[in-house]
């Protein structure tokens, strides 16, 4: 089934949105910012529009003002893939998953500011709040692309009888996100406890005495590479197993962007994490998730046209297959 175009292209504005917002949402924690609008949610400071606004509250408001516009995105773009195609088709599925998880991602970020796990919280609570969100933010991001991927005529994922390309994906998935997580986390603990040198920083890091987060930074780097490692091997079995142009070229892809976001955090961590490299380094990772996502897509892609080809061809044989007289 075609689908129209205008909204292919919606779908890619969208996940490329959400993304723009999640990039700000990591500004937002880096500079500390999460607490500029109090513990007030939806309210900034129990005000619709804040006066007399800090730098901290205009960008935690800006984070609230361009998330919201995410979740109408993609309010959108649910009514009209519902309105687009017929009950059971798999752009229904994508987009009321993605509707899901910007509802999630919504609540998760309300539950930060209520509960005060923002600014300068090192709780445990904040701890788990960030591991979630990342997985939350990680799945959101997924279910958007898949719906772009099927909208510009992607092929409908199949389960079944995939054997080893399956099972590769599954823990590339499962691998992916503990990496994003340890990535979070260390993330955090950047941000509240900053080092003034290299030096310092790998001191803290095998410190007995250093805070919990700080204890957790060494994991970071060594997950990334057990990770970066695992995907090439994926990347290179999917493409012998399946041999389609597109999984090849995404496999490359997938191994080029993990080898410049492993030099990408090399760098963040020379430069002691400044914010632009952190950003930068976010960005890499959701374009490594994205890609993954993608790649996987269209290895277990299913043509929507096989089973009727199979059928026909099946028929024309008995057709013409000589009858005994």
């Given at each position: 089934m075609k689908i129209d175009r205008h909204f292919a292209h919606f779908a890619w504005g969208t996940l490329i949105y959400n993304l723009a917002v999640v990039l700000w949402g990591a500004f937002v924690r880096a500079t500390g910012s999460g607490a500029g609008c109090?513990?007030?949610w939806p309210l900034c400071n129990g005000e619709v529009l804040p006066r007399a606004a800090?730098?901290?509250?205009?960008?935690?408001?800006?984070?609230?003002?361009?998330?919201?516009?995410?979740?109408?995105?993609?309010?959108i773009l649910f009514i009209w893939a519902f309105r687009l195609v017929p009950a059971g088709h798999i752009l229904r599925l994508g987009a009321s998953l993605a509707l899901f998880f910007i509802i999630t991602e919504s609540l998760v970020?309300?539950?930060?500011?209520?509960?005060?796990?923002?600014?300068?919280?090192?709780?445990?609570?904040?701890?788990?709040?960030?591991?979630?969100?990342?997985?939350n933010t990680f799945l959101?991001?997924?279910s958007l692309a898949l719906t772009a991927w099927w909208a510009s005529g992607g092929e409908r994922v199949r389960l079944r009888g995939q054997g080893r390309a399956l099972a590769g994906i599954a823990i590339?998935?499962?691998?992916?996100?503990?990496?994003?997580?340890?990535?979070a986390i260390t993330a955090l603990g950047?941000?509240?406890?900053?080092?003034?040198?290299l030096g310092e920083a790998m001191q803290q890091d095998f410190s007995p005495t250093s805070h919990f987060l700080i204890q957790l930074r060494?994991?970071?780097?060594?997950?990334?590479?057990?990770?970066?490692?695992?995907?090439?091997?994926?990347?290179?079995?999917?493409?012998?197993?399946?041999?389609?142009?597109?999984?090849?070229?995404?496999?490359v892809g997938l191994g080029v962007l993990?080898?410049?976001?492993?030099?990408?955090?090399?760098?963040?961590?020379?430069?002691?994490?400044?914010?632009?490299?952190?950003?930068?380094?976010?960005?890499?990772?959701?374009?490594?998730?994205?890609?993954?996502?993608?790649?996987?897509?269209?290895?277990?892609?299913?043509?929507?046209?096989a089973p009727a080809f199979e059928v026909q061809s099946s028929q024309s044989a008995h057709l013409s297959a000589p009858t005994s007289s």
């Open positions: 109090g513990s007030h800090q730098v901290e509250t205009l960008i935690e408001f800006t984070h609230r003002i361009t998330s919201g516009l995410a979740l109408l995105f993609v309010i970020g309300a539950a930060l500011v209520r509960f005060e796990w923002v600014a300068g919280n090192v709780s445990m609570g904040r701890v788990v709040s960030m591991a979630v969100h990342l997985v959101l991001l997924a590339g998935f499962a691998g992916i996100l503990i990496l994003g997580v340890t990535g950047d941000t509240i406890f900053p080092a003034s040198s060494i994991w970071h780097p060594v997950t990334a590479v057990v990770v970066g490692f695992y995907l090439a091997f994926v990347g290179s079995m999917l493409a012998r197993l399946r041999g389609q142009i597109i999984v090849k070229r995404m496999a993990f080898v410049i976001q492993l030099l990408a955090g090399f760098v963040n961590v020379i430069l002691l994490v400044p914010v632009p490299m952190q950003i930068i380094h976010l960005l890499l990772a959701d374009a490594v998730w994205i890609t993954f996502i993608l790649l996987s897509a269209a290895a277990l892609g299913e043509p929507a046209d």
